[in-house]
């Protein structure tokens, strides 16, 4: 009887197939080698890895496309990315998302643009002080009640000059997550802060308060990636090969608290 490959021997399949035509012959192999090892450490840490491997492989396809465009890959206790299988509708198969965390948005602007990001959530407890739309003061105590926004500070890393520290308040964070397809359900309902974060990051870059030009960074500011959004020819460049640390942050969240692929409640169509 055949045996069925597994998770990791699909994704090399997949990866060899996708990136043949999109990197130099002498790099396709150490690039296959990187992204199956980190989806396959992703799938291992799932909570549902059958979720994951139910998705289809044009989708999986189109998220190994920009794990090797960008150098975000999944897996980790502090992922740069994660991987979330979501269905469209009722009965279709689900399809693998892409979804970078606001350490790989943060990651990509310091090694592409010089800029160090410290994305901070503000509580209601907090004491914090706006003027002309940027954060002037901010004080913490013990992070109690509900988040009421989040600022940005975008800093030069060469000198330590800070550009901007601009405020999203959680009316504009709202309007975000109501574009989701998930809506309350998946990591938007389960780990409020850590989307918020990101899709604070999202918001700074869409208005070009993150003054960077890089295709990599640009290509990653998105929540959400089908099948479609994301064509394998988009990869122009190999990114480079090796484990990338995270940007210094403010916050660094618990392991234990960090939404794990595969854990977003498929949706279902109205």
């Given at each position: ?14 990866a060899r197939a996708a990136l043949a035509e999109a ?57 740069l990315v994660y991987l979330v299988p979501q269905a469209a509708r009722r009965g ?179």
């Open positions: 009887m055949t045996r069925s490959p597994t998770f990791r021997q699909r994704v090399e399949h997949i990197l130099p012959p002498k790099q396709v192999a150490q690039a296959v080698a990187r992204v199956s090892l980190a989806f396959a450490a992703a799938h291992r840490t799932a909570r549902d890895p059958s979720a994951l491997e139910a998705c289809t492989d044009a989708s999986i396809g189109s998220c190994i496309a920009l794990s090797a465009l960008t150098g975000l890959m999944p897996g980790g206790s502090h992922a279709e198969p689900p399809e693998l998302q892409w979804r970078p965390t606001h350490r790989g948005y943060a990651a990509l602007a310091l090694e592409d643009a010089g800029l160090v990001l410290l994305p901070v959530a503000v509580f209601e407890s907090d004491e914090l002080e706006v003027s002309f739309g940027e954060a002037a003061h901010h004080q913490s105590f013990d992070q109690q009640g509900e988040i009421i926004g989040v600022y940005v500070t975008i800093r030069r890393a060469a000198d330590g000059v800070v550009l901007s520290r601009p405020w999203i308040p959680k009316s504009t964070i709202e309007k975000i997550r109501a574009t989701s397809r998930a809506g309350n359900r998946g990591p938007w309902g389960t780990h409020y802060e850590e989307m918020a974060l990101a899709a604070a990051i999202r918001w700074c870059h869409g208005r070009g308060t993150i003054p960077s030009s890089s295709t990599r960074l640009q290509s990653a500011m998105v929540e959400e990636v089908s099948a479609e959004a994301a064509q394998i020819t988009q990869v122009q460049r190999p990114a480079r090969i090796g484990s990338r640390q995270p940007a210094p942050e403010s916050h660094q969240i618990p392991a234990d608290d960090m939404p794990e692929e595969g854990s977003e409640d498929e949706e279902e169509a109205p």
